[in-house]
């Protein structure tokens, strides 16, 4: 199977090649006529085609360069706004007429018009290479059945049943538009993946491994002209390096800033924190199909042991929520808001223990350094924790995904999930679904119940039944057949310089084009 990651060799010469990036408007010319905005992250995207990946790398650079038909205003509590599509009108339920915006054009000068509309959520692009499945777009779009072309600028969208939800899944995660023209000219998706093509406010101009992505203003935009001449994004792995860089001038912005560098920054007239509690859940991920996990009972001992309450109180200075399981107060009417909290029970997992049969075989724990922030000391914390019940905790310092995705996985991992659209099959859904992360992308999990629920969830209406339906899920992933162990809501927090304009949204996409709070404040 074909790995659309950026190789060593690779990288950056698909940029180099193509002819949009080759022609592109030098980017140090642009910085003379607006700032150049240049922002520290902590790890390289693996690529920057939206249906490929969700890391949260790659969700830090593709709003800038796609747009979806439908978006999420993140400063209006996550309401839809129309992006490229200027209305839309239900027909029943399960279709969507939507009009499309006209005038704007992608990044290579090509018009945007329904065609582009039809191959971005149609199989050729949805499905990955070879229509191979291999896309997280399939996570929440897979309700899509097709896209019908009425006009140039008009399509339908229908799905496959009735489908209440059809309009958060054209604003979410994998449903961005990218060109077909510039896609087919490219000829493969080998030559496409390092040099994708949008309709957003900034357009890619190179990316080097572990090194940068750069990217320079579309001033093309339908939405305005972007306040940024352009974006670097730096890779700096060590959050003291970023924060130096940040405090020298070299760096506007840094990301997973953890609350005891707060005081630091804070102090300094020219810089301040910025950010909050988002739409997302830090989790560990565990390996159903790993000799010790056989048993359920260890996988749930691994949740009990966690005493959550100290944990976010030492790691995060209680500036981030608890979760009573695997959902989001904002998910409105499919919250289900008597669901149990999740219990520290250290007794109880003594016993799950014992009963199991558990005899102290070593369970590997898989750990990026600091990829997540206070990802390694709260790895620590916990293991205390389990040895405090009687569990055997070792971990292995791993370099990336990949080599914690490697196979078998015999492990637990870190992971974390954004709710793309306020509900269970918008997060939950994608993680522990048929094409969710840990059944399909690291293939750990697979629990059958669940997946015929969340397929009976899909159309159903009905608030109260939709609820009954969601808590048994539930109750399937953290107490019957585990499948993560839930830690907190999660913090997304950055230091910035005082001087540039720019607030954070509700997920950890950043958001620099025109429709940034701090932009459309009156």
Not at 210 to 237: C, Q, T
Not at 472 to 493: K, Y
Request: some cysteine.
């Amino acid at each position: 199977m074909t790995d659309f990651r950026i190789t060593r060799r690779g990288a950056l010469s698909g940029a180099v090649a193509s002819g949009l990036l080759a022609t592109a408007k030098p980017f140090e010319a642009m910085a003379q006529e607006r700032k150049r905005l240049t922002i520290g992250i902590s790890g390289f995207p693996p690529a920057l085609e939206p249906v490929l990946f969700n890391h949260t790398a790659t969700r830090r650079v593709v709003p800038q360069i796609f747009d979806t038909l439908i978006a999420f205003d993140h400063a209006n509590n996550m309401a839809l706004r129309p992006a490229l599509a200027e209305r839309w009108e239900r027909l029943s339920e399960r279709s969507l007429r939507l009009s499309l915006r006209r005038g704007v054009t992608f990044h290579d000068g090509s018009p945007f018009t329904a065609d582009d509309v039809a191959f971005s959520l149609g199989p050729d692009h949805l499905l990955g290479s070879d229509r191979s499945g291999r896309s997280i777009a399939m996570q929440t779009l897979d309700t899509l059945d097709r896209i019908e072309i009425v006009d140039s600028h008009t399509v339908i969208a229908h799905a496959k049943g009735s489908d209440a939800l059809l309009e958060q899944r054209l604003a979410a995660w994998g449903a961005e538009i990218v060109g077909k023209r510039a896609f087919e000219a490219a000829g493969s998706w080998e030559k496409w993946t390092p040099a994708p093509v949008g309709t957003g406010p900034y357009r890619l101009v190179s990316q080097k491994l572990d090194i940068n992505v750069v990217l320079a203003a579309h001033d093309g935009y339908w939405g305005g002209r972007p306040h940024f001449s352009g974006i670097e994004y730096k890779i700096v792995p060590e959050l003291a390096s970023r924060m130096n860089a940040l405090i020298t001038g070299e760096l506007d912005i840094v990301t997973d800033v953890p609350p005891d560098q707060f005081a630091d920054i804070t102090r300094r007239s020219e810089l301040e924190i910025v950010g909050g509690a988002v739409q997302n859940i830090r989790y560990l991920a565990i390996d159903q199909t790993a000799p010790v996990f056989k048993d359920p009972r260890v996988r749930r001992a691994l949740s009990l042991a966690i005493d959550r309450k100290l944990f976010v109180e030492a790691l995060w200075q209680n500036r981030v929520p608890l979760t009573n399981g695997f959902q989001l107060p904002s998910f409105g009417e499919g919250y289900v808001a008597d669901f149990p909290a999740l219990a520290y029970d250290p007794d109880l997992a003594r016993k799950l223990i014992r009963d199991s049969g558990y005899k102290g075989e070593q369970i590997v724990y898989r750990l990026l350094s600091n990829y997540y922030t206070n990802q390694v000391a709260g790895a620590q914390v916990m293991i205390e924790m389990w040895q405090a019940v009687g569990l055997n905790v070792k971990i292995e310092m791993m370099e990336n995904f990949s080599q914690i995705y490697r196979k078998p996985v015999n492990a637990i991992f870190d992971s974390s999930s954004t709710a793309i659209f306020p509900d269970y099959l918008g997060q939950g859904w994608r993680e522990f679904g048929p094409n969710g992360t840990l059944p399909k992308q690291v293939g750990i999990w697979q629990n059958e119940e669940h997946f015929a629920l969340g397929a009976k969830l899909r159309d159903t209406v009905d608030a109260g039944e939709r609820r009954k339906i969601i808590r048994r899920m539930l109750e399937i992933i953290h107490n019957d057949d585990p499948a993560c162990v839930v830690l907190h809501a999660s913090g997304q927090f950055y230091a910035k310089r005082k001087n540039v304009p720019w607030v954070p949204g509700q997920t950890l996409d950043l958001n620099f084009g025109p429709f940034n709070a701090a932009f459309t404040k009156s």
